[in-house]
């Protein structure tokens, strides 16, 4: 997906009619028939969100879309624009609960506020929005939703958005742990959460974008290498979104979730922590991350996390450290030991 440009600058719809703040019905093309946070203003339903500053969705614009009172918002078919529109605000929706939630984040900026969205039918030019193109359709499911979102958050943490394939590769990383983690909170009996990105895309000919259990599945990397700063972005996010499976649900999950392989040297098998202690140790190195920051800084940053949030003793911290051996990142030498469990 394209990296959205994200000034944090405070979005606001300039809207001078009396205002109501009311959950409408929407009908998206991804997500089915769904419930929105939108204003009600002069007889219709405005597309921008009452209860998180920031968060709209306009058409090839900053001017959110809207549909009259008393209707559904959309009509659920994928050239839609409206229908795009209702699909990226149940989407963004959610991602913020989840961070709320599960991470603790004060919206997606950090401090309360998001970013409005634009449905792009023509040429994206870039700027203080977060874009979503297409044409016949677009890429509005959850988990790409709170992947585009993802960069927001990624660079309004601690040293921007950096520079350089292999930040990239974090920050593409990053964006597909975020949507991943949008997915399993919204937990949609249409969208089923899982762990692959953009399932049922029609970017690519119908099939996934990525695989987060298996990178290689995709032609991207598993594994760490000194290749990784030469290579595209997307693909040097392999070994990030790899990482964080292996932390989530290990390397063999079982109850019907995918097996992920182990790079050569790597620990006979990774037993994960589960999703939301997971990205509660994602989060909380991103609070650490840097400018210059590379994948041998995130593990660093992600052994002081998990020490920080659950203690030297806890089995995070152990697991934290065999997710990364488990795809080549090596230890540093600044790197905290952890604790013996306390004997039973």
Not at 38 to 63: A, F, H, K, Q, W
Not at 159 to 164: D, F, L, P, Q, S
Not at 282 to 294: A, C, D, N, V
Request: charged share 15%; with cysteine; glycine share 14%.
């Amino acid at each position: 997906m394209k990296l959205p440009v994200y000034a944090a600058t405070a979005f606001s719809a300039a809207i001078s009619l009396a205002l109501t703040f009311v959950p409408a019905s929407g009908l998206g093309y991804h997500n089915g028939a769904v419930q929105i946070d939108v204003t009600e203003s002069g007889g219709y339903y405005i597309l921008s969100d009452p209860l998180r500053p920031g968060i709209s969705c306009g058409i090839n614009g900053t001017t959110p879309a809207k549909g009259p009172v008393g209707t559904t918002i959309g009509t659920g078919r994928r050239h839609d624009t409206v229908t795009a529109c209702v699909d990226v605000l149940y989407g963004v929706q959610r991602m913020w609960d989840m961070l709320r939630d599960w991470l603790g984040r004060n919206g997606i900026n950090g401090s309360g506020r998001g970013a409005p969205a634009r449905i792009v039918t023509g040429t994206s030019v870039p700027g203080s929005t977060v874009d979503f193109p297409g044409s016949q359709s677009f890429p509005t499911q959850l988990d790409l939703v709170g992947h585009q979102y993802g960069h927001v958050v990624y660079q309004t943490t601690p040293g921007g958005a950096g520079a350089g394939n292999e930040n990239g590769g974090i920050n593409e990383g990053s964006a597909d742990i975020f949507g991943t983690l949008t997915e399993w909170y919204a937990n949609s009996h249409v969208d089923r959460p899982d762990y692959v990105i953009g399932e049922g895309s029609d970017l690519i000919g119908g099939g996934p974008l990525r695989h987060t259990y298996n990178p290689g599945l995709d032609g991207h990397p598993n594994c760490y290498s000194a290749q990784i700063p030469a290579t595209e972005v997307h693909a040097a996010s392999g070994p990030m979104r790899h990482w964080f499976y292996l932390l989530a649900e290990g390397s063999v999950p079982g109850g019907g979730k995918p097996s992920s392989p182990i790079c050569a040297g790597g620990p006979a098998s990774v037993t994960g922590i589960g999703l939301v202690k997971a990205g509660r140790v994602f989060m909380q190195s991103l609070l650490r991350k840097t400018s210059g920051w590379r994948y041998v800084h995130v593990r660093t940053a992600s052994v002081m996390s998990a020490i920080e949030l659950y203690g030297p003793a806890d089995p995070a911290c152990v697991t934290v450290k065999a997710a990364w051996d488990a795809v080549s990142v090596p230890a540093q030498p600044a790197e905290p030991a952890c604790a013996p469990p306390p004997a039973r």
